[in-house]
């Protein structure tokens, strides 16, 4: 689990404390769910564009028109081979997360539980209302855990539709679940803008928390923790 | 209490976690001209050794009621270059070579001979779309027993009229569903779904599902795939 240091600086004998927040396993997760989220979304509009449709072929409603240029691949072919190497990476990397997390315990970090739930909403109302900062005890407070527990089930769900549109006989339990292969379909589609979505927030969330702490993401350390101040 | 440190100290720990990230810039090879493209094909490789181990050889496709089909007039048709290569119905054999015994010319008779069988499974198209449609026709397992086809080959390559190729591994060829299919929705196969005589294979994706087919050919050699696998689509795409 995380552990504290003080560090002195020699020159002004100023001593301020720092964190490891984030193992090295969490870190190397993180940044290779970058790099593979990015390709799958691409890639993936780039598929979907094939068919920008949910319903039948015959008559065909085009549901948007994606544009190329915020695609991946350059055509079905060559988006499909960047979307069918990457779900490997993506696959892996969400196993060797989840089961780090457990292995090590260090899931307590980000896990969402009941305990979490009178938390959320001090924590919406400083964010959007303009209301006070809740006083922090920990790395994550609950609306973070809200949002990372929701986030590690969003990329579950997005793997098991994936599978269910591109194995949809051999995963037909899966696809059955989904309501059927057009259904399965949607549902990947849908995860993928919730993934979006989650994103964006998390991008606002790091511009407005500085450096420190974006830089925690590479290092492991955060100094100056606002939850372990004095 | 925490333990102490100095800066400098402090700096070097988190510089060498930082060095710990470094494996990462591997993944910047897939930006790389020359080697993006072996990247992805060993990829999309992987991807299709995964689905072989994934196929079963008794597990079915799903089939639908009548109710669920979709319309012949609703089943859209794709086409490689021809609309119709204008196929001489009269005259059209289906010709067998490579390893086996009985090689040789086929007529239609000779297929609808066999047994038949009718199924309503799912045609997937690689674009995203699907219909439910209705085949009939003969297994191409009773088909290869019937030419003495050595079924421990590898594969199946499959020849149109329309100078469309495919290839299909044995295990999928051998599969109970996999038809050499002459009718849709119990009528002799029209021109635009590949008269006489088109391969319905519910446990592949629809660009395996080769119409026109004039020749089979059982082989443990591939020299090309297919047609749109040798432009870079997944050489086995099962589903």
Redesign the interface.
Known sequence: MEH???????KTGK?A??VYEHP?IV??CH??NT?SLF?MIGSGLQ??R??P?FG???P?RDLINWPKSLALGGW???A???H?????IYLGTGMLYVGYQIFSGNYRQILFTWKDVPGVWPMVRHYFFFGPKPVQHEAYNSLQKQAYTSAIILGLLSVLTGFAVW????F?WLAWLMGG??WA?LWHFLIMWAIVAFVAGHLIMVVLHGWQNFASM????KKDPDYLSK | MHPQIETRKFKSSTRRELLKLTPLIALGAFAVPRLQEPLLKSGLGFSDWMSKGLFRRHHLATTFSDSQLTPLDKFYVNTYDVDDPEVDLDHWTLKVGGAAQKAGDYTLANIQALPKFTQNTRHVCVEGWDAIGRFGGARLSDFLRMVGADTTARFITVRCADDYYESLDMPTALHPQSLLCYEMYDQPLTREHGAPLRLSIPTKIGYKQAKYVISLNVTSVLTKVGYWEDQGYSDYYSL
């Open positions: 504290a240091v003080l560090v002195e600086n020699r001593i404390p720092a090295y870190r190397l940044w290779l790099v390709v598929i979907f094939a068919f449709s039948a072929k015959i065909e079905l072919g060559g499909l081979q960047w069918l190497t990457f779900m490997w194995k949809p006989i051999q037909s292969f057009h379909r590479f290092t492991g350390w």
